[in-house]
């Protein structure tokens, strides 16, 4: 399977709620980065996942959580839900060593 | 300084004109992307360098190591080339993307 695919596009969510993003990468790429892009702004780095352990971590709550699986596939969870979560989220990936990333169309998520 | 500068912020151009974004970086660097965002829309790739230059239909990205530059290029604008382009650089140092603020490009008709 070729490229990055995320789901949903689009979701609403209310505010104090949990959400779970998917990722579905492109076969082989073992290391996947998850970005927030709130609105007018750019992406803001989330975490980082290699071999399915967390390797690198922006400036964001642990509410915010991931997991990444065997499959090339990973997730992106953010519980108690703020306003201020509504943005672009992002996934992207990429074989280790290689800069050459692929990117994820986004899900947007809006939480009311 | 932000260790990815994108300029200009802000571009306005009439349809048919050659566009040129550019970025520069100050650390070490093994690829660099272009990004396109059109509003409310998700990040399309545009391109991957790590030398040289890059060709897409209407679009060029070439890259400079030694210069620590980038430029994207737009042959003969149209309106619906109107987006955000972000260039983001994958550093050697910390193994992660930085990303620039964007360039908000309107071509006008």
């Known amino acids: 399977e070729t490229g990055v695919t995320q789901s949903p596009t689009h979701l609403i969510k209310t505010r104090g709620q949990q959400v779970t993003l998917r990722c579905s990468s492109q076969s082989g790429h073992n290391t996947v980065s998850w970005y927030q892009q709130a609105l007018g702004q750019g992406p803001q780095f989330i975490f980082q996942?290699?071999?399915?352990?967390?390797?690198g971590r922006g400036n964001f709550p642990p509410r915010f959580s991931g997991l990444q699986f065997p499959n090339y596939s990973s997730e992106l969870n953010v519980n108690a839900l703020e306003l201020d979560d509504s943005a672009l989220y992002l996934c992207?990936?990429?074989?280790?060593?290689?800069?050459?990333?692929?990117f994820g169309s986004g899900t947007r998520l809006t939480v009311v | 300084k932000n260790e990815v500068e994108q300029s200009p912020q802000n571009l306005t151009a009439q349809e048919g004109e050659f566009i040129t974004i550019n970025c520069s970086y100050s650390v070490g660097i093994s690829a660099l992307h272009w990004l396109q965002q059109h509003p409310g829309g998700g990040i399309v790739s545009l391109f991957m360098l790590s030398s040289g230059k890059k060709k897409h239909g209407r679009l060029i990205a070439t890259i400079n190591i030694q210069e620590k530059h980038s430029s994207l290029h737009i042959t003969a604008s149209h309106p619906r080339d109107s987006a955000v382009y972000i260039c983001a650089a994958y550093s050697r140092s910390n193994y992660q993307l930085i990303w620039g603020a964007g360039t908000k490009l309107i071509i006008k008709p």
């Open positions: 996942y290699y071999r399915e352990e967390e390797n």
């Open positions: 992207a990936s990429k074989v280790a060593g290689d800069g050459g990333y692929t």
